[in-house]
């Protein structure tokens, strides 16, 4: 079975900076796309990043500049390096990943995680 596990979270000062891990394990012959979503209280959630297999990135304008989405296919994990962080960041950031198993399945199918919290304030 195929998980998406983040990390990296937690409580960070305006200005400062964290970076999120996404790893997916379980039974995966590839991966294609992977980004990260988030959702504010009271917002619908929205992307932030993503990139594909061959390394080309899309960013929402509002991140674009101080946040660098990267990945490291050989250990099926995904990274989010977040720089200048503001208030308005603060949200759930989500994890997805466009996988396909080995399952005998022919399609891809897009797997997500749980989520980790992200805060910025003083």
């Known amino acids: 079975q195929v998980q998406l596990v983040e990390s990296g979270g937690g409580l960070v000062q305006p200005g400062g900076s964290l970076r999120l891990s996404c790893a997916a394990s379980?039974?995966?012959?590839?991966?294609?796309?992977m980004g990260w979503y988030r959702q504010a209280p009271g917002k619908q959630r929205e992307l932030v990043a993503a990139i594909t297999s061959g390394g080309s990135t899309n960013y929402a304008d509002s991140v674009k500049g101080r946040f660098t989405i990267s990945r490291d296919n050989a250990k099926n994990t995904g990274y989010l390096q977040m720089n200048s962080l503001k208030p308005e960041d603060t949200a759930v950031y989500y994890c997805?990943?466009?996988?396909?198993?080995?399952?005998?399945?022919?399609?891809?199918?897009?797997?997500w995680g749980l989520g980790t919290q992200v805060t910025v304030s003083s």
């Open positions: 379980g039974s995966i012959v590839s991966i294609r796309a």
């Open positions: 997805y990943a466009d996988i396909l198993p080995r399952d005998g399945s022919s399609w891809y199918k897009d797997y």
